[in-house]
């Protein structure tokens, strides 16, 4: 849960500092046309398997013939093919994905399992585009760990089917702990690279949309 401290203007101010380009809406209706205005027809165009932008439309918006888009939900993909457009995704001209969380301080925190989402994040694409709803806005990193092990790790494995123990319980077994390494062994665990961004050197490649509602995990 966000904290009542941190609001989105805040958080919009602090990414701002941090070298990244913000862009604040009040409705999740209101983020594909907010993501028009940063789309070119004929971009190349990857996104990160989130929740948000199913929520949001955008999948739509990216099949409809104006980008080239990698589309890692086509029906009957192999594990090899979904591995080759996440390759294909680090050259893209622009991705789209969401966080895990952000905090007051303007620092973005994401974890993965396969670590597609956190490459592109880190180099690649010439344009990351995040879609963030208000309810990932923490008020620092130790905030944002525990959101991982509370909400946003055991709904994303209930949601995939992965046989973790947190995807029985609702949360980590290690919970409490900061350390990246501890948690469960099940080889479908999800929470296996961690990364945190901040102050960027390319100012505007990270672009926000924040959203003042509620959006995925």
């Not at 958080?11 to 205005?37: H, K, S, Y």
């Not at 990216?62 to 996440?86: C, H, K, M, S």
């Not at 694409?125 to 130790?142: C, H, Y």
Request: charged letters at 20%; a positive charge.
């Amino acid at each position: 849960m966000s904290s009542t401290s941190v609001t989105l203007q805040s958080v919009a101010e602090a990414l701002r500092r941090n070298n990244m380009d913000v862009l604040c809406v009040g409705t999740a209706a209101e983020v594909v046309p907010t993501l028009r205005t940063l789309l070119k027809p004929g971009d190349t165009v990857a996104v990160g398997g989130s929740r948000t932008l199913e929520e949001t439309n955008v999948l739509p918006l990216l099949r409809n013939g104006d980008y080239r888009f990698y589309d890692r939900y086509v029906p009957g993909l192999t594990p090899e093919q979904i591995r080759e457009i996440f390759v294909a995704s680090l050259g893209a001209d622009v991705y789209l994905c969401s966080a895990n969380a952000v905090t007051a301080q303007g620092e973005i925190y994401c974890v993965d399992g396969n670590a597609n989402r956190i490459a592109a994040l880190c180099y690649g694409p010439r344009t990351v585009v995040l879609v963030v709803g208000r309810n990932k806005l923490v008020e620092d990193i130790a905030a944002a760990q525990r959101r991982v092990k509370t909400i946003a790790a055991p709904k994303n494995t209930a949601r995939l089917g992965c046989a973790t123990p947190c995807a029985t319980t609702g949360i980590c077994v290690a919970a409490d702990s900061p350390n990246a390494a501890d948690g469960c062994s099940s080889p479908a665990r999800i929470c296996c690279s961690y990364l945190t961004l901040g102050k960027q050197r390319t100012a505007g490649r990270i672009k926000v949309i924040l959203v003042d509602e509620p959006l995925g995990f």
